[in-house]
């Protein structure tokens, strides 16, 4: 097992991640396969894996009882247990849930006295007002559970764009030891992680991890292009080779796999056996590929369409969330477009088509953006999301 550095501690560079637990058979999210966790975990700490991530909304609410239980099984000193506050899901700050009271319930729920690692979940365009509101005073009270002994390193995971990311951290990042980003060889570009990257090493924050592979996007390829890769290196799966594309970047310490079946796991701790990053040849052969799986609508950010847009849009920003959408239909994305003032969304377009004119890539921007603003409509708001979600963890009591 590769491990890191972080602040004299020896963290396993592989971390498991329980947002994608196996089920059982014909189960919901909720119905996970409690044997089958425990035997992943068992399996996870034998081999040098000492890091498991939950969050308060993952599996209906219920990945935190079940990483719990099978961690229960182990001495607390083999594992680091990191969780997270859903200040993301506020959406009404009237019904803001207590900081306190959401606290105490995940440590009942995983069974544990304290938090090696605990985060504010999923900072971005829309939740960062929860973060920063003084009256909320969650980021206070999760400092003040630090000084406390009940949480040991306190982070951050973001969504957002490098600017909101940048915000954030000029309010409150002489607390945030860690940051938690998406973070792979295809939203290398797609969703400017290199920017988000940069930052935080500038700013001597160690980055962790999340959708390594995109959610399986980047397990499972062309055939071609797996034919390619395998070629190069016949006894790499082809989720290896995003591993190894990560295990090049000095500054990643954590990377969290969210697993949901033993064979994953297996793979993913042959895949962090040794450090093995890839050559500059090897990584521009990703990014090819890479290139081609976002090739949906080819924006290069050249922005010559916003100079004479009349309404004024962020085309390229628009553009950019349209592709996402098209690859992997993104709660994220519906979190960012609803963070939009209603005049800056894709349904804002006139057709005027001075920015189709503009266009180097003759990309029909007009169409574009009124395919997206019809996706968006056939989607759940991120309230109704966040509603839903809270009404499963009442239910989870």
């Known amino acids: 097992m590769i491990y890191r550095d972080f602040q004299g501690e020896k963290l396993s560079m592989l971390g498991f991640g329980t947002m994608r637990l196996p089920l059982l058979p014909g189960g919901g999210e909720a119905d996970i396969d409690q044997a089958q966790v425990d035997k992943m975990t068992d399996y996870a700490i034998e081999h ?145 992680a290199e920017g988000k990257y940069k930052l935080l090493t500038e700013r001597g924050i160690p980055v962790w991890v999340m959708e390594p592979v995109r959610g399986g996007k980047l397990a499972k390829l062309d055939e071609r292009d797996e034919a390619l890769l395998r070629s190069m290196h016949p006894d790499y799966s082809t989720a290896a080779w995003g591993f190894r594309w990560l295990q090049g970047l000095s500054n990643v310490t954590m990377v969290l796999s969210g697993m949901s079946s033993f064979e994953q796991m297996v793979d993913n701790v042959k895949n962090f056996d040794e450090l093995r990053p890839l050559s500059a040849e090897e990584c521009n052969v990703l990014y090819g590929i890479a290139d081609k799986l976002k090739n949906t609508v080819p924006c290069t950010g050249c922005r010559y369409c916003c100079k004479g847009c009349p309404q004024g849009l962020d085309i390229p920003m628009l553009l950019n969330l349209y592709n996402d959408l ?11 477009a609803d963070a939009l003032p209603e005049a800056k969304r894709p349904e804002a377009c006139i057709g005027c088509g001075q920015c189709a004119d503009a266009c180097p890539q003759h990309i029909d921007v007009p169409a574009a953006l009124g395919d997206f603003a019809a996706r968006l409509a056939e989607l759940p708001t991120w309230a109704q999301i966040c509603r839903k979600r809270e009404e499963a963890a009442n239910s989870a009591k």
């Open 48 to 192: 040098g894996v000492n890091y498991f991530d939950t969050a308060y909304p993952y599996h209906g609410s219920c990945s935190e009882i079940a990483i719990g239980k099978a961690l229960a099984r182990h001495p607390r000193d083999k594992f680091n247990l990191a969780d997270k506050y859903p200040g993301h899901q506020i959406y009404d700050k009237s019904r803001a849930p207590d900081p306190a009271a959401v606290f105490a319930d995940q440590l009942k729920k995983c069974g544990v006295e304290y938090f090696d690692f605990y985060l504010m979940h999923n900072v971005n365009e829309n939740s960062i007002t929860n973060y920063l509101d003084e009256e909320l005073g969650i980021v206070d009270f999760f400092v003040r559970q630090k000084e406390l002994g009940k949480i040991r390193h306190l982070g951050f995971s973001c969504h957002g764009s490098v600017e909101n990311t940048k915000q954030f951290l000029d309010a409150c990042g002489e607390h945030m030891e860690f940051c938690q980003i998406q973070l792979n060889y295809l939203d290398w570009s797609l969703q400017d």
């Open 326 to 336: 098209k690859l992997s239909s993104s709660v994220n994305v519906i979190m960012r």
